[in-house]
């Protein structure tokens, strides 16, 4: 039960640093917004640590922290990326329920096949991360005629589910807030590489720094979150769980910004909703 309270926690806060994260791109553009997110965030881990206490983690779990951050990392810009390339409508889709497919395809070789009320709960949330993501009259056959352009797509939600995977695998002994730091530290470097070789401009305005800030805080606490619901419960369902943050994020778009959710999205929901019920049978 606490793996799935943990993973609802996750998907909450994930879902709500991509709303304050949307609206930092909107002023310091995409790369920008997720390289000082990510300078924010582990500053906080690092001042949490120091209270923590938290020993070092072995240098096992601190290699597969790192690579879960450069997997994770390497997904969202590719999925940036392949967004300004005209893929929106079907990129951010594609991308989570790849996400959320790869630990639950692992956990099944790993752990064993899930009961089959979970397993059916994995497909309700796979159909609302799905319904989620999408616009009113978006249809499955938009994605068909969309194969070759959905290398992007595709490679981003493999590099999330690497994540979960990788993440789940850094933390088994029980450490929670280093390999946190590991893992967005390599994230960090990453992007602050890509920056650099691209000469990308470095200014940011000081009205973006509150959003910017709330941005890495919330990212994190879904990191956080996450690692406290796979310690505690099957990585699958703590991935899947955790995958459907795009419902948070839509829902606050609703509430402050005022937009309007499709049906899809209100499908989408129910589904997230009822996936919920099903996982906690």
């Known amino acids: 039960m606490l793996s799935i309270v943990y993973g609802f926690f996750s998907a909450l806060s994930w879902g709500a640093g991509d709303f304050t ?23 906080v881990v690092l001042v949490v640590v ?10 096992r779990a601190w290699c597969f922290a790192m690579l879960a951050g450069a997997f994770g990392t390497l997904g969202l810009m590719l999925l940036y990326h392949s967004m300004t390339l005209g893929l929106m409508s079907i990129a ?9 497919a790869l630990p639950v395809v692992v956990g099944s070789f790993t752990q064993g096949f899930p009961p089959f009320l979970t397993f059916l709960g994995f497909g ?10 999408q616009g009113e009259g978006v249809v499955i056959t938009d994605v068909f005629s969309h194969l070759a352009d959905l290398k992007l797509p595709l490679l981003a ?3 999330f589910g690497l994540y979960f995977v990788l993440m789940h695998e850094a933390t088994k002994t029980g450490a929670t807030i280093w390999p946190m730091v590991a893992s967005r530290g390599c994230g960090m470097l990453l992007i602050f590489t890509y920056m650099l070789f691209t000469r990308a401009s470095w200014k940011v305005d000081s ?11 919330l990212d994190m606490g879904g990191n ?3 690692i406290l619901a796979s310690q505690s419960g099957r990585l699958d369902v703590a991935s899947v769980l955790s995958s459907l943050f ?3 994020t839509v829902v606050l778009a609703w509430v402050f910004l005022h937009e309007r959710l499709t049906r899809n999205q209100w499908v989408g929901i129910v589904s997230a909703l009822t996936a919920i019920v099903l996982m906690t049978i």
């Open 124 to 133: 309700f949330a796979l159909l609302a991360v799905w319904m989620i993501s």
């Open 224 to 226: 956080f979150f996450f």
């Open 207 to 217: 009205s973006a720094w509150p959003v910017i800030t709330l941005n890495g805080i």
């Open 21 to 43: 994260g949307g609206l930092a791109a909107r002023k310091v553009g995409a790369y920008r917004s997720v390289f000082y997110s990510e300078v924010i965030g582990i500053i």
């Open 92 to 100: 951010a889709p594609v991308s989570a329920l790849l996400a959320a």
């Open 50 to 59: 120091g209270f923590s206490g938290e020993s070092l983690p072995s240098l």
């Open 157 to 159: 939600g493999i590099g």
């Open 246 to 248: 795009p419902g948070a």
